[in-house]
């Protein structure tokens, strides 16, 4: 079957598809070298225009990636005249509400921090975020002021960031398993997942069987289909969910070949994985530029372990991401020393017209 796959970042979802059979093609932002290796494709700035470069793609089906969950407009354009392998459009405000998600938490047994769309008379412990964002991407503290139509306050919970992986099929889920979310220094932006999470035997049980809880709830109350994650903290006592990502979120690749597969058979209700919620131990770090650089020839990463290569000579500014690196015997701290001497070991990219 000929799929188009269309994400922000489009690498990992066609990797995963193409590893299980199917026939990729690939709309994304970056293009990739690894990406374009496995699957032709195009690029663009922005999620408006790789929706409207889908148009002129001859697939069968198409599976979205991170970045359109927020858009339900965008999912209806990408499945037009196709089959749909993920999250219908029509319930995806619902899963991204976060009033909604917290009347799902408590139902599971779990808790959702306190969120306000208006400005609370103390300023203590509140976080400012976007309502519908992605990632962490635009999280800060509240220090006072209005909030934007767009944003929403919700109270800082203390605790260890994690995310349940899960396929649902419109009505059950089966938990694949938990992950622990890395995230960046002084910050809330997302860097990369670890299995198993770093907590006692006891504490890891029980924080799987929670968000297990939480994601058979969440796909009873929403319709969530395929592949989906719920992001968490666990504080050592309780979960405190934070959202829910209705599409394949990207601890998804931590899972091995065969996901790609389980995410369609529960799109289609053909069936969910047998799963015991234990992960296989692995790393995954993205690489954020600390300088604005210039990309190295492929061949200069070290082999086997680099995913989302850019092309040589690509400028990649500061704070973007630069490549993935996945390992399944390197800890964290390894792969983040190893991170930092490659990235401080590219050149810094010449000032146009110099």
Not at 51 to 73: I, Q, T
Not at 98 to 111: D, I, L, M, Y
Request: glycine share 12%; charged share 25%.
């Amino acid at each position: 079957m000929r799929v188009l796959v269309v994400a922000v970042s489009a690498r990992m979802l066609a990797e995963l598809a193409v590893a299980d059979g199917y026939t990729v093609t690939t709309l994304d932002r970056f293009g990739d070298v690894d990406l374009r290796a496995i699957a032709p494709g195009a690029t663009a700035e922005n999620n408006d225009a790789l929706a409207a470069l889908a148009s002129g793609v001859d697939a069968d089906a198409v599976a979205y990636g991170g970045g359109f969950e927020n858009r339900p407009d965008l999912v209806r354009a990408l499945a037009d005249g196709r089959e749909l392998l993920g999250t219908a459009p029509e319930r995806l405000a619902a899963v991204r509400d976060p009033w909604a998600v917290s009347a799902a938490a408590r139902a599971a047994g779990a808790r959702f921090p306190e969120t306000r769309a208006s400005v609370p008379s103390d300023r203590g412990g509140w976080l400012r975020k976007p309502r519908l964002g992605g990632g962490g991407r635009g999280v800060r503290a509240w220090r006072g002021g209005s909030l934007r139509p767009t944003e929403v306050l919700q109270l800082r919970i203390d605790g260890l960031p994690c995310s349940a992986l899960a396929i649902g099929d419109g009505r059950h889920a089966a938990l694949l398993g938990v992950t622990e979310q890395l995230v960046r220094p002084r910050g809330f932006q997302w860097m990369g997942n670890l299995t198993p999470p770093r907590l006692p035997t006891g504490e890891t049980d029980e924080l799987t069987g929670r968000l297990r809880a939480v994601c058979a709830e969440v796909a009873a109350r929403f319709g969530v289909s395929g592949a989906f994650g719920v992001d968490a903290v666990w504080d050592g006592r309780e979960v405190w969910v934070l959202e829910v990502n209705p599409r394949p979120p990207a601890s998804l690749e931590l899972f091995g070949p065969g996901c790609f597969e389980a995410h369609v058979h529960g799109v289609r209700g053909l069936g969910l994985p047998r799963a015991d919620g234990r992960a296989p131990a692995g790393v995954k770090l993205v690489l954020f530029a600390d300088r604005t650089v210039s990309a190295p020839d492929p061949d200069w990463w070290p082999e086997g372990l680099v995913r989302d290569v850019p092309h040589a000579g690509e400028v990649i500014r500061r704070g973007a991401p630069v490549c993935t690196l996945i390992s399944a015997g390197a800890t964290v701290a390894e792969l983040t020393e190893l991170g930092a001497r490659l990235l401080n070991a590219l050149p810094d990219a010449v000032p146009a017209g110099v």
